[in-house]
């Protein structure tokens, strides 16, 4: 099954998401620090200047309660922000300070990401705080950090500096860390087009209630009997890697992102609920057929829309929601995202109409019929959806629609964009995907 932090001590864990944020280039070789407070009340911490990209679990540092400490190594200088955090929330048992560019950005115009852009950054991060500069690693910033904690904050942008946030545990705080850092790249891509269009908090209270769910199947009915002669389990194996290809290239968070494949007529596998997507497994995949879902699983809150896409034409095999920084610039603004500009994008994407918050949500069966006649759809502040005859196709489509965007938003610093001529459009519609 998927990770589970109790069987992974504490200097290992500050390996395994130090590796994640270096390798994702969210820190420096120097930069950053992470820290978990175990159930003793001791603090792993990772050691001060010492190569972010190598570290091993060896060189992590334990400091006690009563002071002494445990390690070859000193701790980060940063050890008194990370441990009067600690102290004045006890709820909280990991933090983390890195300094992603985006967020870095925020950080030294004073400036913090509004988490209003999307609904699931305000479910993930909450009310983001803003600490005014201090000395890194001083008695001053701490107490800085910790007021703002103590506020109920879970992130922080620091001034002149970037951010930190804390967590549950080190998934956690990092699923915090990386959402807001999504919702940074957002802002920032999106305003080479325009204002933002933030969400009301009435929009955000209604994507924060219940979805409804499935109920299960019968005990005795087996996932892997899909009727269909479709080898399941190949399936779940070739829905893993594409998954967890998506995470690396950045068009997944480690939460947000959802991808289903039809087995038969009714049944198919869908990610599940709240699983990183870094460490997902094949067992991890939700059966759903005859709209009931495996037992003992909870599939993705979009789970009766991928139901719906499915029942409503035939030759789709393969859904994919997904949040890519570069596309939702287009989704947060309401700007047109034209993909007549080149041949790769028109055909394999057609025009990308661009559909009003909460109705993926509110009519599933409006949104499936749109598929109809386009192969992927953005909605307003919150997603782009992507269909497919089969689980690359869709990937292929997914990766294309951020590349385009992103070859879209840098073509908006240098000059006119050139769509192509209409007669090749007409010529182009015969090769559509």
């Given at each position: 099954m998927s990770l589970n932090l109790e069987t992974i001590p504490p200097a290992d864990q500050l390996v395994m998401i130090m590796e994640r944020i270096y390798g994702y280039g969210m820190t420096t070789t120097s930069g950053g620090n992470l820290s978990v407070k175990d159930r003793e009340g001791n603090i792993w911490i990772t050691p001060g200047s010492l190569d972010k990209g190598s570290l091993k679990a060896d060189?992590?540092?334990?400091?006690k309660p009563d002071g002494t400490r445990e390690g070859p190594l000193a701790p980060s200088s940063e050890f008194p922000f990370h441990q009067s955090v600690y102290t004045c929330r006890p709820d909280l048992h990991s933090v983390i300070h890195a300094h992603p560019p985006a967020l870095a950005s925020f950080s030294i115009t004073g400036r913090i990401p509004d988490t209003a852009i999307l609904p699931q950054v305000r479910t993930v991060c909450g009310e983001i705080g803003f600490a005014p500069y201090a000395i890194p690693g001083s008695r001053e910033l701490a107490d800085i950090i910790a007021a703002m904690f103590r506020k109920g904050h879970n992130a922080v942008i620091m001034e002149n500096h970037?951010?930190?946030v804390g967590g549950n545990d080190i998934l956690d705080a990092f699923r915090r860390f990386e959402t807001l850092d999504f919702c940074a790249r957002i802002h920032i891509h999106a305003r080479s087009l325009g204002e933002v269009n933030l969400l009301s908090e009435e929009d955000l209270?209604?994507?924060a209630g219940e979805f409804p769910g499935l109920p299960?199947?019968?005990e005795d009915l087996s996932p892997r009997d899909s009727g269909s002669g479709t080898d399941e389990a190949?399936?779940?194996?070739t829905m893993c890697v594409l998954i967890r290809r998506a995470y690396d290239q950045m068009l997944f968070t480690s939460t947000q992102g959802t991808f289903s494949a039809r087995l038969s007529g009714d049944s198919f596998l869908i990610t599940p609920y709240g699983?990183?997507?870094k460490y997902l497994e094949a067992e991890d995949l939700v059966f759903v057929a005859g709209g009931r879902k495996e037992k003992n699983k909870t599939p993705s809150r979009s789970v009766l829309l991928h139901k719906a896409v499915y029942e409503r034409n035939k030759s789709i095999n393969a859904v994919m929601i997904a949040h890519p920084p570069h596309v939702m610039a287009y989704s947060v603004t309401g700007k047109t995202f034209n993909t007549r500009v080149m041949p790769e994008s028109y055909v394999f994407l057609k025009d990308v109409?661009?559909?009003p918050f909460g109705l993926r949500r509110r009519d599933y069966a409006q949104t499936a019929a749109v598929f109809d006649d386009h192969p992927a759809a953005l909605i307003a502040n919150d997603c782009i959806i992507v269909t497919g005859n089969n689980l690359v196709g869709c990937f292929d489509r997914l990766e294309i629609t951020e590349y385009?965007?992103?070859?879209?938003l840098w073509a908006e610093q240098l000059g006119s964009i050139r769509e192509l001529p209409e007669k090749d459009l007409k010529v182009l519609r015969g090769f559509w995907k």
């Open positions: 060189q992590m540092v334990c400091v970037s951010v930190v209270k209604s994507e299960e199947l019968p190949a399936v779940r194996e699983l990183d997507r109409p661009l559909m385009i965007a992103h070859s879209l």
